[in-house]
């Protein structure tokens, strides 16, 4: 189910035929290729050790560990980060829009059903780095797609930070996240907004529309009132 996930978003990447957008979807195919083939390899060392594939029961440590950082490798948390504003700089809006939600979505599940039995430890400490980090990058930015991947991985860091206590409150965090984002995206997209610089003239044309941008981007930075 990753893989065909993986491999149905790649000509979306690499539609526009720039050489920068087939270098973010060969960048996207090797990293999740990498990370696929480390969840395949913590279940083999779990099954090695325990004699069963159930991957929810993960009682080996060693593959707790390796499926942790697979799992974080897909979703794009730190120190796996790299890759994510590079590959969501090189897509088009709403190809970015589809790799911030709906690609989120297995890694994010699989880690929902793992959660008791990944590393809470690691967890917590690429939680912790993936919000401080996202909020620091985003700062020096420019162009609007590397913000929305940071603002991703800071949102992400969140995510899974809570992941051990409550995960009913992780998956409610991302849906409210996706629709956030869903709305940023696709109003970036009607007006054609790319860079900072053209979403400062952008008010003039669709004064409405950019007060509920301004909105979204309170909302989705939960900062008051909303």
Not at 7 to 32: C, D, G, N, W
Not at 63 to 80: D, Y
Not at 119 to 137: E, Q, Y
Request: aromatic share 8%; hydrophobic share 50%; glycine share 4%.
């Amino acid at each position: 189910g990753l893989e065909i996930n993986t491999l149905a978003v790649l000509p979306l990447i690499s539609k526009s035929h720039h050489p920068r957008a087939i270098e973010a979807a060969t960048k996207y195919f090797l990293v999740q290729a990498a990370a696929s083939a480390l969840v395949l390899f913590s279940s083999m060392t779990n099954a090695w050790h325990t004699g069963q594939w159930d991957i929810t029961q993960l009682t080996q440590p060693t593959s707790c560990l390796i499926l942790t950082s697979a799992i974080a490798m897909k979703l794009g948390l730190v120190p796996f980060h790299f890759w994510f504003p590079e590959v969501l700089q090189g897509s088009p809006l709403t190809t970015g829009l589809l790799l911030s939600t709906i690609m989120k979505l297995p890694p994010i599940t699989l880690l929902y059903m793992t959660s008791p039995s990944l590393n809470p430890t690691l967890l917590t400490t690429m939680a912790i780095f993936s919000t401080a980090l996202g909020g620091w990058m985003g700062l020096n930015q420019t162009q609007i797609r590397k913000i929305l991947a940071f603002s991703s991985i800071s949102h992400l860091g969140w995510m899974v930070i809570i992941i051990s206590y409550n995960p009913k409150l992780t998956l409610l965090n991302f849906y409210l996240y996706a629709l956030m984002t869903t709305t940023v995206f696709l109003t970036m997209n009607s007006i054609k907004a790319l860079k900072l610089s053209t979403l400062m003239t952008a008010w003039t044309k669709v004064p409405s529309l950019n007060a509920m941008l301004l909105l979204t981007l309170l909302s989705l930075a939960g900062l008051p009132p909303l």
